[in-house]
């Protein structure tokens, strides 16, 4: 039976210089060795959830106020079970400050019901990897007005050599921000140099290796 558990990375205000969450990210032991699972879908989002409770615990994020950010693909948004399992999930951690991070862009119709469920129990909606894969404003400009946040990666660029148009993205992405008056959230943050781009277009909610890498919460 495979072993999973999650890493979490620290999500950072930068104004104010201090930790305001984490994103929890699954990892799968193989040979002893924590690697990304083979697919996300292997382990039931219910058993998921299980081991989102035991990192909570262990990082005591609802006495600290902080944040913890859990991911969903496609096929795990549409499964029946997920929306059940988070609701229970912040029954049982009403001090929690759950958000919900969305991969990949569902319908309209789906999201809003889904956001309308989540934002009854307090619980914050994300867009991930905004301008990448699925999540190109033409797919979610519709969507924005029932979220709370977007996120954008700027490795995903980096991965396919794309880096000169970082700074073009996160002008026209800051900008939707502040139209339809949503956090953002910057990934990918490296150096200063990093910094200081995401200074230049007012983001201060970072996230990157700069301030952490993934790591089992102690």
Do not use: C
Not at 48 to 58: S, V
Not at 105 to 129: C, K
Not at 154 to 174: G, K, V
């Amino acid at each position: 039976m495979p072993t999973y558990r999650f890493f979490v990375q620290p999500q950072i205000d930068q104004d104010a210089q201090r930790v305001i969450g984490y994103e929890a990210l699954l990892r799968q032991q193989v040979n002893r060795n924590w690697v990304l699972p083979a697919s996300f879908t292997a382990i039931s989002v219910t058993d998921q959830i299980k081991l989102l409770a035991e990192t909570a615990t262990a990082l005591n994020v609802a006495a600290s106020q902080q944040t913890l950010a859990f991911n969903l693909n496609n096929a795990q948004f549409h499964d029946p079970r997920t929306l059940g399992a988070i609701v229970l999930f912040k029954k049982q951690f009403t001090n929690v400050d759950l958000t919900i991070e969305l991969t990949e862009a569902p319908q309209l119709d789906e999201l809003t019901r889904f956001s309308t469920v989540l934002h009854q129990y307090g619980i914050q909606l994300i867009i991930d990897d905004v301008g990448t894969g699925s999540n190109t404003y033409a797919n979610i400009r519709n969507l924005l007005p029932f979220v709370d946040e977007i996120k954008f990666a700027m490795q995903n660029l980096r991965a396919t050599h794309r880096d000169q148009r970082i700074p073009y993205e996160l002008a026209f992405w800051s900008q939707i921000a502040r139209t339809f008056r949503l956090r953002m959230i910057l990934e990918g943050v490296e150096n200063a140099a990093d910094q200081a781009l995401a200074k230049r277009f007012g983001i201060s909610i970072h996230q990157g290796y700069l301030y952490g890498k993934p790591s089992l919460p102690a």
